[in-house]
């Protein structure tokens, strides 16, 4: 148990809304095959045409427009994850108040490429100044620690080198970048 925290790149097929949903609707198909496997009373090939056919009765029904759905491969092409964290929480509180508009209840954000810049922002000048004040660990069930130590520096500079990686390389015409935590 504990705060982990991701990024993940999502292609830009519609909002993150319908993007989420569809995600949904791919992984409950995914997982049914076991239920479709006896209902085509074991038969492989059958069992496979049906999963297909119902995925794509899903991509036709998602609101992803028809030159979109021919790339996608399932619920694991939708999402990817590109940077993790575990237990960083001053990262994690920045994210929920910059970008859930301070609502923390694991979903899946939005990160612009704006918020993106502040954030790489915020953490250079934390980690360069050693002023914290902007950039503060908060507590919360299995969060971390909240002390302002040589890991917490180490973290700030890594993250510093994530996020800017992902600033420089990120393709946010093509793509969705977003944040989720979960604890």
Not at 82 to 92: C, E, G
Not at 140 to 154: L, R
Request: proline content about 2%.
């Amino acid at each position: 148990m504990g705060l982990d925290m991701n990024l993940y790149r999502a292609p830009r097929y519609g909002t993150l809304e319908q993007v989420s949903s569809l995600y949904e609707k791919l992984s409950e198909n995914e997982y049914a095959y076991r239920e479709i496997l006896e209902e085509v009373k074991g038969n492989q090939n059958l069992m496979v045409m049906k999963v297909l056919d119902q995925k794509k009765d899903i991509l036709a029904n998602s609101g992803i427009p028809a030159e979109f759905q021919k790339e996608i491969g399932g619920a694991g092409s939708l999402f990817v994850e590109i940077a993790y964290w575990r237990k960083f929480n001053a990262l994690h509180a920045w994210f929920v108040r910059n970008c859930q508009d301070g609502i923390d209840e694991c979903q899946k954000s939005e990160v612009t490429t704006d918020k993106l810049e502040i954030l790489l922002e915020v953490l250079k000048y934390a980690y360069d100044s050693k002023d914290p004040s902007g950039f503060m660990p908060v507590g919360g069930f299995f969060f971390g620690h909240t002390n302002v130590n040589d890991d917490y520096w180490e973290c700030v500079n890594d993250t510093i080198e994530k996020i800017d990686g992902i600033y420089k390389s990120f393709d946010f015409e093509k793509n969705i970048l977003i944040y989720q935590a979960s604890w």
